[in-house]
């Protein structure tokens, strides 16, 4: 046997391969360039005459990327794959002669068609039937069916779905140029704090007390009964001009100061969707949590947890001023539902409560501080109980916090209301209207309240998740033994004057929030954070601001004229605080 080597050609160059110049004589193909192709090309037609194309003459072979997506008007649907999509371009045939002046001209009769096209426009001109591979539908007004601009592809349709996610809201309160920005606090920070505190200690009690009407337990949706408005007196005054306070400042009872509502939203912060701020003044070695009048505290939200929550009218569109807004029912609005949830909450605890004996009226230790003799109204049922909670972490120091709480009523027959027994916080629920925008997928109350009362309190838990963890939290700090929570509707889903009360649900505030899976601890670490930063700022007052749009707060340095009675309506609080 004998093995010859083949002739190998050596590439004179030194380079690798053979060269161009030494390139054998039996390479007949070398001129032919080479055709990139795919396994899933297939054989089709010779000649696809209904290939969609403005140019035939100039773009035969060649794959237009605005022809392989869906849709009639010449586009393919998703998946299809154009035949011999792998071909190159170099074996198309091109026609280099001028062929404009012939024209194909269809002499037939074209059949009317039923319907409009799948377009919008204002005529057959402008808005028309165009061109369906033009980006953004059709041409000059249409908007056609495959387009990007068009409504067909959206998930939802509605007015204004362009604006809905770009909304912003506004903070609670100007940002002056003159404040400075001293710290920054992500939401998810502050979900990690913790701190454990103990029973608190009670100073002292003020105010009167009436019994909880039980008949109010035993509404259903078929006895229901019409909301009373009643004009009573309930004071919601900030902790700086709490006279009590003043005193207890004097005898050195505590660091920081504040009260049960503005001490809820801080450590219930994380859950917070709309905007507030909380004004810290710090004198000494003493700080206190202040609410502006007229501020975020003194209404009560609605829906802020709910994936869609209530939005006030929108502003016009500024790129087209001329552009007319439906118009919106303000009942629905969310600062009309805020307003209504105030005036439900407020003339249900009036209204539950037996002012007439029996059962008698129990007086606290001292009578209402913040009603004087000028005042010819009657007082609503109020208790105000100052407490003490130790902050401290370590044996050392020194860290305490007194809170004026609130206390709505008191359960004959659990006790005496003097020594803290069968105190009674009391709260309500509004329904608008379960159709309209916002109403987060709430069932009708007066259909499912009494039947699938799970599936109500579930909604409301979901949509209003910070509002129901305050309420938790202030029944807490108060030291109560229930709460008594109210479900009222409007009579009329289109008239916010008149409301019916449809049942009344009672339990207990430390099982009410395990369910909403609200920690405490969590809420103290919260309030011992903040305070730890403000007690290392000079003497001073400062602002924490809930972002508008960011799960996130801010603190804030301001001047001392700031929020003071000259600047504002409302008493507000002056510069010779305690």
């Not at 207890?248 to 917070?272: E, F, G």
Request: charged content about 25%; proline content about 7%; overall charge negative.
């Amino acid at each position: 046997m004998s093995f010859s080597l083949p002739q190998i050609n050596d590439n004179p160059d030194g380079g690798w391969g053979p060269s161009s110049s030494n390139l054998p004589d039996q390479f007949k193909f070398k001129d032919i360039p080479y055709a990139p192709y795919s396994k899933s090309d297939k054989l089709g037609r010779f000649a696809d005459w209904n290939e969609a194309t403005s140019d035939t003459r100039q773009t035969v072979g060649m794959v237009s990327a605005q022809n392989t997506r869906t849709g009639p008007g010449g586009r393919r649907r998703e998946g299809a794959q154009a035949f011999g999509s792998g071909t190159a371009s170099a074996f198309a045939y091109f026609h280099v002669e001028d062929e404009s002046s012939f024209s194909l001209v269809d002499n037939k009769t074209a059949a009317p068609r039923r319907g409009g096209a799948f377009v919008r426009g204002r005529g057959t001109a402008r808005g028309g039937a165009g061109n369906y591979n033009v980006r953004g539908g059709a041409q000059r007004g249409g908007r056609g069916f495959g387009g990007r601009g068009g409504n067909a592809q959206r998930g939802r349709r509605g007015w204004r779905d362009w604006d809905r996610n770009a909304r912003t809201r506004e903070s609670s309160v100007v940002i002056s140029p003159q404040w400075s920005m001293l710290e920054e606090i992500e939401f998810h920070r502050l979900a990690k704090l913790r701190l454990e505190v103990d029973e608190p200690e009670n100073i002292n009690s003020y105010g009167r007390l009436f019994a909880y009407d039980k008949t109010f337990d035993r509404i259903t949706t078929k006895t229901e009964k019409p909301l009373q408005q009643l004009d009573r007196i309930k004071y919601n005054t900030t902790t700086s001009d709490d006279p009590v306070i003043q005193q207890l400042v004097n005898k050195n009872t505590a660091t920081i100061y504040t009260t049960d509502v503005i001490l809820s939203v801080l450590m219930c912060a994380p859950r917070s969707v709309y905007p507030w701020d909380i004004v810290i003044v710090r004198e000494g070695n003493n700080l206190f949590f202040d609410k502006r009048d007229g501020g975020p505290f003194d209404t009560v939200t609605v829906n802020e947890n709910a994936s869609d929550p209530p939005q006030d009218p929108p502003p016009p569109n500024p790129n087209n001023p001329s552009e007319k807004i439906p118009d919106v029912p303000t009942i629905n609005s969310a600062t009309s539902l805020s307003l209504e949830a105030t005036y439900v909450n407020q003339n249900f605890a009036f209204q539950s409560v037996v002012e007439t004996s029996p059962p008698p009226a129990v007086d606290l230790a001292h009578p209402n501080p913040f009603y004087g003799p000028d005042e010819t109204e009657p007082l609503a049922s109020c208790g105000y109980r100052y407490r003490v909670f130790d902050l401290s972490v370590q044996d050392d120091e020194d860290v305490k916090i007194c809170v004026r709480t609130e206390v709505d009523a008191y359960l004959p027959g659990a006790g005496n209301p003097r020594e803290g027994h069968g105190l009674v916080t009391i709260r309500a629920l509004n329904e608008f209207d379960p159709r309209a925008p916002g109403a987060g997928g709430a069932p009708d109350w007066r259909t499912k309240l009494d039947s699938q009362r799970g599936a109500v309190v579930a909604t409301e838990m979901k949509n209003n998740s910070c509002k129901l963890s305050k309420w938790a939290v202030q029944s807490i700090l108060a030291g109560a033994d229930l709460m008594k929570i109210g479900y009222v509707s409007r009579s009329n889903p289109r008239d916010a004057a008149r409301h019916v009360i449809l049942s009344t649900a009672s339990m207990r505030p430390t099982d009410f929030a395990a369910q909403l899976n609200v920690s405490l601890n969590n809420g103290w670490g919260i309030v011992r954070t903040v305070a730890d930063l403000c007690m290392k700022m000079p003497e001073g007052k400062y602002v924490l601001v809930k972002d508008p749009n960011k799960p996130l707060v801010r603190l804030y340095a301001i001047p001392a004229s700031s929020f003071s009675g000259e600047d504002e309506d409302g008493e507000g609080f002056e510069d010779d605080e305690a």
